[in-house]
């Protein structure tokens, strides 16, 4: 699909970024480790489960904020903010934070920035 422009991709709500912002991390982290080691899918499925959870989400997004730029801690604000129901399982704080990371990720997947998604994505997951 053709990308969007910035003005196009902020009409849409946080919480619609973030929906879209969701399946595009969770791809990240299940090519992630796919590629870290071949496992079997029920050991794959297990680490999976711990870094797409909203407390893991939480602690990469304190990790990616000094590396965002202007628009892109706007957008993540406006995740963060978003007026959603916080499932009993999490914290409110942690659940506001990676409804954020989510609108983040989702906005620049509608963007074309599949460079700066990367990016983000390997400074959550560096090297060793």
């Known amino acids: ?16 970024l973030a929906f879209l912002g969701d399946s ?8 992630y480790l796919v ?19 909203a407390a893991f989400q939480a602690q990469a997004i304190d990790r990616l904020l000094p590396l965002l730029t202007e628009e892109e801690t706007a957008v993540y604000k406006r995740g963060r903010n978003a007026n959603n129901t916080v499932p009993r399982h999490t914290s409110a704080q942690d659940y506001h934070k990676a409804t954020g990371l ?8 509608l963007l074309g ?6 990016e983000l994505f390997a400074a959550i997951f560096p090297a060793e």
């Open 1 to 16: 699909m053709e990308p969007l422009t910035q003005a196009q991709a902020r009409q849409y709500s946080p919480l619609a």
């Open 24 to 31: 595009v991390y969770e791809i990240l982290v299940r090519e």
């Open 35 to 53: 590629r870290e080691a071949n496992r079997p899918a029920a050991k794959l499925h297990e680490q999976k489960i711990q870094l797409v959870c």
């Open 102 to 109: 989510e609108a983040l990720f989702g906005y620049l997947y």
């Open 113 to 118: 920035e599949q460079a700066r998604l990367e």
